[in-house]
């Protein structure tokens, strides 16, 4: 098992590319005065189809704008345009200005953003996180850090949005932490398709057996620790696949809808998938290599 430190994180906060247009002043909704009065938490992991599920719920309409808050990679930005520098005034920069006007706020939570919070909030409290394997945690170490989240995150309904083919999410993790390339969206009258991408790729990406073993396993880790919480806590969360999510999009999400009260349509997909042939190549040599190489117990 590995530790937070393999971990790949998106970054919308480098100046030189353009912000994720949600994360703009224009999709601010009007300004909240006080606690929203519930939240939709969306606890996934990078390369999950969080920007897909999240879209959705924003362009339906009435369910919220989840991103990435409490992420390294939107903070900054969001922390200087609210100017919110620290965590309680952050905290309630969020809530104000990304609050719907019918009290509801969406958040899209990874596991790395859940410890780093809990530890700038009560870092005494919550030092036990640090690179604490899932198996080592404690039932009431959860409890303990699901009430500090609904003291952020008012009557929080979960939505665990996960990955099963391990592999390939890793591998999407590499090349867009050395693309840049995030995600792909569309921009009206810009390039023969209207479809650009929001950062500029970078170098072909070099294949690293040992750094997908560890993205792999740092995926293991932070599900695992997901998983505890719900256990820990007597919730059943909300649970969305990816494969299912994009093979099966109406449906899957307008299930979702109705599970979370809502009736709306399920919106047009406006994003375009990454995974291309090299994806696919790296997907092909990981197992080749994997297959002949000797196991550590072997060497």
């Known amino acids: 098992m590995t530790s937070p430190s393999d971990s790949t ?64 990679g939107f903070r900054p930005g969001l922390a200087a345009r609210w100017a919110a520098p620290g965590i309680d005034d952050y905290i309630r ?25 809990a530890q700038e909030v009560d870092p005494a409290r919550f030092a036990v996180l640090d690179g604490a394997l899932p198996e080592a945690l404690s039932p009431a170490v959860y409890r303990d850090l699901a009430a500090l989240l609904a003291t952020i995150f008012p009557a929080p309904t979960f939505v665990h949005l996960h990955r099963r083919d391990r592999l ?38 070099e294949f690293d057996v040992e750094r997908l073993d560890r993205l792999i396993g740092y995926a293991d880790f932070c599900h695992g620790h997901w998983r505890n919480l719900f256990a820990a806590i007597g919730t059943a969360p909300h649970d969305v696949a990816y494969e299912q999510l994009i093979t099966d999009y109406r449906h899957i999400v307008g299930g979702l809808f109705a599970e979370l009260g809502s009736n709306a349509e399920p919106p047009a997909i406006r994003m375009r998938r990454q995974a291309d042939a090299r994806s696919e190549a790296f997907v092909l040599r990981y197992l080749r290599e994997r297959a002949t190489r000797p196991t550590d117990a072997a060497r």
């Open 168 to 205: 390939r999410q890793a591998i999407s993790a590499l090349f867009a932490s050395e693309t840049g390339k995030w995600r792909e969206i569309p921009e009206s009258g810009s390039g023969k398709d209207g479809i650009v991408p929001r950062t500029e790729p970078g170098l072909d990406p």
């Open 93 to 117: 920069a969020v809530h104000g200005n990304r609050t719907g006007p019918d009290g509801l706020l969406a958040v899209k939570l990874f596991w790395r953003d859940v410890q780093e919070l």
């Open 9 to 72: 994180a998106s970054s919308d906060s480098t100046t030189s590319r353009p912000p994720y247009d949600l994360a703009t002043a224009d999709h601010d909704y009007p300004p909240w005065r006080g606690r929203p009065h519930n939240t939709i938490l969306i606890c996934t992991h990078p390369r999950s189809g969080s920007t897909l599920l999240g879209e959705a719920l924003y362009f339906a309409g009435g369910l919220g704008c989840p991103l990435e808050y409490f992420h390294a």
